[in-house]
């Protein structure tokens, strides 16, 4: 099942901030996170495991709430370089790793 | 190291046409997959390798074929191409099954006519 993810499309101005998210009607495993330029590869920013463990290695924050099966990822005082298409993936369980399923993204343009 | 590496960035087909693309990695990585994204889309997941000569279906696994003889390769092969397959494809790897960092290729983008 896809996750759904919103807004859609969300346009900023450098330093504001933003908040991106992700809901699946399964109960899951993991969320990861990823962020896709206009006309590259997807770059890996964060995962987030069930149970609260948080890994990533931008400065970027998330969250997961188990409850609602529910991820936001967080973008502060945002630059023009955080600019382009977020995509959250999401895994139900650990043991067959690699069906990871995404949603259809939320482009983030950040202005001058 | 070049990372994941794909041929040809860019393709034309003739419906019918049968076609491999080719995914490459030297980071020693065990699993491989190939993912397909469409215009405005997420990315769908085709098909996955966890290991040499292991391979399986994923999301939308009609109408290609894959297989995995060495660590380093991973082509996927359209058998019949058709413009449904018009698409921009994406090969990925990570360290091994439960790797949750996957390292994506450049990208090939198939145009079917």
């Known amino acids: 099942q896809q996750p759904v993810q919103s807004p859609q499309a969300v346009i900023l101005r450098e330093g504001e901030d933003a908040v991106i998210n992700c809901s699946s009607s399964?109960?899951?495993?993991?969320v990861h996170w990823y962020r896709q330029k206009h006309g590259e590869a997807p770059v890996f920013l964060m995962i987030?495991?069930?149970?609260?463990e948080q890994k990533g290695h931008e400065k970027i924050s998330a969250s997961f709430n188990e409850k609602k099966q529910q991820s936001s990822l967080y973008l502060t005082a945002s630059q023009l370089s955080y600019s382009g298409t977020y995509f959250c993936?999401?895994?139900?369980?650990?043991?067959?790793?690699?069906?990871?399923?995404f949603g259809d993204g939320t482009t983030l343009t950040v202005k001058p | 190291n070049a990372g994941v590496t794909q041929t040809p960035k860019f393709q034309v087909l003739k419906t019918g046409q049968s076609m491999t693309l080719q995914c490459a990695q030297d980071?020693?990585?065990?699993?491989m997959s190939w993912y397909r994204q469409d215009p405005g889309m997420g990315l769908r997941l085709i098909h996955y390798?966890?290991?040499?000569?292991?391979?399986d279906q994923g999301e939308v696994p009609n109408g290609y074929n894959v297989s995995r003889s060495t660590t380093e390769d991973f082509p996927l092969r359209l058998l019949s191409a058709a413009p449904s397959q018009t698409s921009v494809y994406f090969c990925?790897?990570?360290?091994?099954?439960?790797?949750?960092?996957?390292?994506f290729g450049p990208g090939t983008r198939l145009t079917v006519t």
């Open positions: 990925a790897s990570s360290y091994d099954r439960y790797s949750y960092e996957q390292y």
């Open positions: 399964k109960a899951l495993y993991s």
């Open positions: 987030l495991l069930k149970g609260g």
């Open positions: 993936g999401t895994r139900i369980h650990n043991t067959n790793a690699g069906k990871s399923t």
């Open positions: 980071m020693n990585h065990e699993y």
């Open positions: 390798s966890v290991g040499a000569g292991i391979t």
